[in-house]
C-alpha cells in the first residue's frame, strides 16, 4: 500500500498573488497528476507527469505551472491566484500502464480573498 | 473530444431500496470505462473499471455494463445502505494519451435510514 500527501489542507491567499501546493506520493507510481475540482463540475486535469522532470498539460493548464522535482514529488503553482478558482485541488499518482488505477490524495483548499 | 455526462444530482433514498446513476459517454475511440467514488473528506478511490464492450464490472454490491451500442455504463445497486452516502463519478480514459481520464460532473447520493 501507499498513501499520497498534500500540503497544505488548507490555502488561502490573496487575489493576484502566486501559491504553491505540494503533492508526495509512496507508492512508487511513475505517473503523478493535478485536477481541479469545482462543485458541480467533476475533476478536470490540469497537468500530469509520466516521469521525472515530465510535464504534459490537461484541458484547465492555464493560470496553472507544475513541476516534477523527483519521482515522488509533484508541485502545482497557481501564477495569480483568481477569485473564480477557489475549488479543491486534487493530486493523484499511478503506474504508467494502460489505463491504470489513480490514487488519490486528500486535497487541498483554495480561498482566495 | 472526449466527454462524460452522468445523472445530475443530488440523489437521496432510503436504506434499502434500488439505486442507478446514468452515466453516457462521447468517444470516437474504444475507451475503458470507470466509476470512482469520494466520501466526505476524502479524494476518490477506485469502484470498479470495465475496459471491454459488453462487460461487466462490480464491486461492493455495484455494478455497471459497457453498452457500446448505447454509449453507456449506468451504475446500479439492488439496495443502498447509509454507508453509501458519497459522490459517484463516471469516467472514461482513451488513447493516445492513455493516462488521461475525463470525468463526469459527480452525483452526490444520501442514503436515509
Known amino acids: 500500500g501507499g498513501i499520497i500527501t498534500q500540503t497544505p489542507k488548507f490555502l488561502i491567499g490573496q487575489e493576484g498573488q502566486k501559491l504553491t501546493l505540494k503533492c508526495q506520493q509512496n507508492f512508487n507510481h511513475d505517473t503523478m497528476y493535478w485536477y481541479r475540482q469545482d462543485s458541480g463540475k467533476g475533476l478536470r486535469l490540469i497537468y500530469y507527469?509520466?516521469?521525472?522532470?515530465?510535464?504534459q498539460k490537461g484541458d484547465l493548464s492555464e493560470g496553472y505551472d507544475a513541476s516534477r522535482e523527483k519521482k515522488s514529488s509533484f508541485s502545482l503553482t497557481v501564477t495569480s491566484a483568481q477569485k473564480n478558482e477557489m475549488a479543491v485541488f486534487l493530486c493523484?499518482?499511478?503506474?504508467?500502464?494502460?489505463?491504470?488505477?489513480?490514487?488519490f490524495g486528500p486535497g487541498t483548499r483554495l480561498t482566495v480573498l | 473530444g472526449d466527454s462524460v455526462t452522468q445523472t445530475e444530482g443530488p440523489v437521496t433514498l432510503s436504506e434499502g431500496t434500488s439505486l442507478t446513476v446514468n452515466c453516457s459517454y462521447e468517444t470516437k475511440q474504444y475507451p475503458t470505462l470507470f466509476w470512482y467514488v469520494q466520501y466526505p473528506g476524502e479524494g476518490p478511490q477506485l469502484l470498479f473499471k470495465v475496459p471491454k464492450a459488453n462487460e461487466k464490472g462490480s464491486n461492493r454490491g455495484f455494478e455497471a455494463t459497457y453498452n457500446k451500442e448505447a454509449t453507456s455504463f449506468h451504475l446500479q445497486k439492488a439496495s443502498v445502505q447509509e454507508s453509501d452516502s458519497a459522490v459517484y463519478y463516471c469516467a472514461l480514459g482513451d488513447g493516445p494519451n492513455y493516462n488521461v481520464l475525463y470525468f463526469g460532473s459527480g452525483t452526490k447520493l444520501t442514503v436515509e435510514p
Open positions: 507527469s509520466i516521469t521525472e522532470n515530465d510535464l
Open positions: 493523484a499518482s499511478s503506474m504508467n500502464s494502460n489505463y491504470a488505477e489513480q490514487f
